[in-house]
């Protein structure tokens, strides 16, 4: 699977663009919604990137399955390299569509001890707020 579409890179680096901007000028930083979820198929291992820089370092939330979810960097290229059992590779959420910034998701998640356990937690915080389920 092609874990970036030219119209996904595109969407992380203009925000690795506001993101330097913001630096330039002193202002306060942007907290982007991710753009992107990868994860691995047979383990517990979850990202969210929103943004991405010319060498293809991407910056976002990890959460590799341990307890300890984390903002920080990784690189395309090492999430591309990765070969799990069966032939397996990371994949790319193609349904994902993010709904909070990204410092909502890292707290819910540090919180939770994990990624996706925020993540289910978020969906119902929001679907009680909209009057579902």
Aim: proline share 6%; net charge negative.
């Amino acid at each position: 699977m092609i874990l970036l579409t030219p119209e996904l890179r595109e969407q992380l680096r203009a925000n690795d663009r506001a993101h330097h901007e913001a630096q330039a000028r002193n202002g306060r930083e942007p907290d982007p919604v991710p753009v992107v979820r990868f994860f691995n198929p047979v383990g517990q291992a979850t990202w969210l990137a929103t943004e991405i820089d010319q060498d293809g370092i991407l910056f976002g939330l990890a959460d590799l399955g341990f307890g300890c979810p984390e903002l920080g960097s990784f690189a395309l290229e090492e999430l591309e390299a990765i070969r799990l059992p069966f032939g397996l590779g990371i994949e790319r959420d193609i349904l994902f569509e993010g709904a909070f910034p990204l410092s909502v998701y890292a707290e819910a998640a540090r919180r939770a001890g994990s990624l996706v356990l925020a993540e289910g937690i978020l969906r119902k915080a929001q679907a009680s707020l909209r009057g579902g389920r």
